[in-house]
């Protein structure tokens, strides 16, 4: 039966008691069974709703509960059908307790929707205004300002052996956004620009594939909604960070006309990038949701079981804890919403076939009674799930509660975003901070946080620009953020950004300082690339995409988020893909295998760290500021055929370095446009590398000194 010919008529009067499980609703061909989640709800509501989710038809009572699972089965319904659920409980904010009958709430297991968020008072569950807003309660019906559930048939089985299953040392990330990705891509059809159709186009694909990047990992995917204040302020939550379906992927990247649902529209996307051999991870925010604060909308788990959702302060259950800094904090020590999180990711996994997770805030999701725990039951869960486990797992290892920055103890087999890297790199590059010794420990996956047993060196994912902060362009052309466009008086984003504008402050066409950007962004690119852990690139770091100085860019649905793929950089583009390429065939720092720390000599098989003279680094050359520049030689399983050497100098001038002895073929000179050198000639005894630059070069005879 179509959607639009679900009538009153059509379905049962009454519901059957039906079943505990699954949770959400499950069409049958003969109905639809519904099960949801409530501890201290005292009865529970359906509602169903005409196809655009405008005129409700009936309520229903759930005529039963198993545990704290209510659920019945109603005759006659089928995929299409429209729904909401209203929970009548205790309203008392003092206790934790936020039941209100008035609020239409959405079915947390719900796999698609009908309708938007349209703000306005009706959504909260106290009254606005009220002098005691909290304590108040708002009796105005929310059924016409929320998303509506809508039933949805269960997907066809995954056939075997689509993934394309990238070993963890080969990986090479790529995080982009799906809608801004596409929005402006000449060679995508118009109509498919900003869909999950557009991102799986063979345009995109082409560039990806002569990237050679192997796994993107996309922004939130999953139904978010804007904030009242962006709202007001006529603008989107663009990032996605602000969930309100976990099981429902984002309508707004669905391709309009096409006819098909958007589960089949994303899953789509998937097979089309896994048959190019390109994994997908979606960003996942199981820390908070868009309910935020106890002053936010009442559209879901706040109306459903309030106190157990989320985490509420000791001694204040009115007030939540809010590890995210968005409001709220979901709950993972209950065991419900513990399930729902699982349930969630394998749904994502199997359904739509997509092949690991990046956590934001991950450090929320471990968080106990007292803090961190790495051996909290969602990590023990997901460490035992057959499934989860084999994903790649990503973790952002911080929140925003007290002891919140936890880098390095997530559980063996996750990988950790590695802000250390980050502003190691920056620090180096551009603000001539010539901690040596710091960088030799990044360049080296950070083994002073990752080097704990069981773990290997691709935990430490390494990144220069992320969608948070300046773009890799902006870094070098602004040194303050320009966040006007925000709405917030320039006081949103970060102030310090370690970012360098090499003398003006954004465009210009002064060649010498055009030439000075040129040269960090490929000396940052291949700092990036060449060390060992998993290197990560943002959707544009290749093209010199900037967004003209704003560092957060959160709600900025426009050219400013938008890449630019008209005014990209060609040959910035052919350089990040020979990068790729070096650390594909090279493989200069083995990310299966611990190299030793630099020590006081800097030396130790099969790495060591040299002076410009080729003599190794002393304990007080690592702590020597006044000279940037150093080497890295490196020798061993990892490095096929011979030696490699990379050589960096972050100063301003031109530095000579002595080589070892023997022939060296130079593979890389970030300082050349496309970084490879025309004359293909071997070194011998010296080497002079231009400032700001990175140089990487393999030993190609077997003669001389023995490999280190």
Not at 158 to 173: C, E, H, K, N, S
Not at 270 to 279: F, Y
Not at 457 to 485: C, I, K, M
Request: proline residues 7%.
């Amino acid at each position: 039966m179509s959607p639009d010919l679900i009538t009153v008529a059509s379905l049962a009067a009454a519901l059957e008691r039906g079943a505990p499980a699954p949770l959400g609703a499950r069409a049958d061909g003969h109905g639809v069974n519904f099960a949801v989640f409530s501890e201290h709800a005292q009865r529970i509501e359906l509602c169903t709703f005409d196809a655009g989710g405008t005129h409700e038809l009936r309520r229903y009572e759930l005529p039963a509960r198993t545990g704290h699972i209510w659920h019945g089965y109603l005759a006659g319904a089928r995929p299409g059908l429209v729904y909401g659920y209203r929970a009548h409980g205790p309203y008392r904010p003092m206790d934790g307790h936020r039941f209100n009958p008035n609020k239409l709430l959405l079915d947390p297991y719900a796999r698609g929707t009908v309708g938007q968020l349209q703000w306005g008072d009706e959504v909260l569950g106290y009254q606005h205004g009220h002098a005691d807003r909290d304590l108040s309660f708002s009796a105005a019906d929310s059924a016409a300002s929320v998303p509506k559930a809508c039933v949805t048939r269960e997907p066809d089985p995954v056939p075997g052996g689509t993934r394309p299953r990238i070993p963890a040392q080969d990986t090479v990330l790529y995080e982009l956004h799906v809608r801004g990705y596409t929005m402006l891509h000449p060679k995508v059809e118009p109509g498919l620009r900003g869909t999950y159709a557009g991102l799986g186009s063979e345009a995109v694909i082409r560039h990806l594939q002569r990237l050679g990047v192997t796994t993107l990992q996309l922004l939130p995917v999953h139904l978010h909604v804007r904030e009242r204040r962006l709202h007001d302020r006529g603008l989107q939550n663009y990032w996605g960070y602000n969930t309100l379906g976990f099981f429902c992927p984002h309508p707004g990247y669905g391709s309009p006309g096409s006819g098909a649902c958007l589960a089949t529209q994303f899953r789509s996307m998937v097979r089309a990038l896994h048959a190019a051999g390109l994994e997908v991870l979606i960003d996942v925010v199981f820390n908070h949701t868009a309910e935020s604060d106890e002053l936010g909308p009442t559209l879901s788990f706040r109306g459903l079981d309030n106190r157990n959702y989320y985490r509420t302060r000791r001694g204040s259950p009115n007030e939540y804890e809010n590890f995210s800094g968005c409001g709220n904090t979901l709950n993972l020590a209950h065991p419900n919403v513990l399930q729902m999180v699982l349930d969630c990711l394998r749904y994502w996994a199997c359904a739509m076939e997509v092949d690991g997770f990046r956590f934001d805030l991950a450090a929320a999701l471990g968080r106990g009674a007292d803090g961190f725990d790495p051996a909290c039951a969602f990590f023990q869960a997901i460490a035992q799930d057959p499934l989860l486990s084999q994903l790649k797992l990503v973790a952002e290892p911080w929140d925003c509660g007290a002891d919140g920055y936890q880098l390095g103890r997530f559980p063996v087999g996750w990988l950790e975003w590695n802000d250390r890297f980050r502003d190691c790199a920056r620090g180096y590059w551009l603000m001539q901070d010539a901690r040596r010794d710091e960088l030799a420990r990044r360049l080296t996956a950070s083994a002073d946080r990752f080097d704990t047993p069981g773990r290997a060196p691709w935990a430490s994912v390494n990144y220069v620009a992320a969608h948070d902060g300046f773009t890799l362009a902006d870094l070098v052309q602004y040194e303050h953020r320009h966040n006007e466009a925000n709405g917030e008086d320039n006081r949103d984003g970060a102030a310090h950004n370690l970012s360098c504008s090499c003398g003006i402050e954004g465009a210009t066409d002064d060649a010498a300082v055009l030439e000075k950007r040129r040269r960090l962004k490929r000396a940052l690119l291949a700092t990036l690339l060449l060390a060992q852990g998993t290197p990560m690139l943002t959707a544009g770091d290749e093209s010199g995409r900037s967004q003209q100085g704003n560092n957060n860019a959160y709600c900025q649905d426009n050219e400013i988020s938008w890449l630019n793929w008209q005014g990209a950089d060609a040959g910035l583009e052919d350089f990040v893909a020979g990068l790729i390429r070096l650390r594909r065939t090279l493989r200069p720092l083995d990310a299966r295998r611990w190299y030793p720390e630099y020590g006081a000599h800097g030396a130790g098989p099969p790495l060591q760290w040299l002076r410009p003279d080729a003599s190794p680094m002393g304990h007080q050359d690592w702590h020597d500021r006044a000279s940037p520049a150093f080497g890295c030689r490196v020798a061993g399983p990892g490095v096929a055929p011979g030696e490699l050497l990379f050589l960096l100098n972050a100063g301003p001038e031109p530095v000579d370095f002595s080589l070892p002895p023997g022939a060296w073929r130079l593979c890389l000179d970030s300082s050349l446009d496309q970084g490879v050198p025309r004359v293909d000639e071997p070194h011998r005894g010296g080497f002079a590398l231009r400032p700001h630059a990175a140089a990487l070069m393999q030993r190609t005879d077997n003669g001389g000194e023995h490999a280190v």
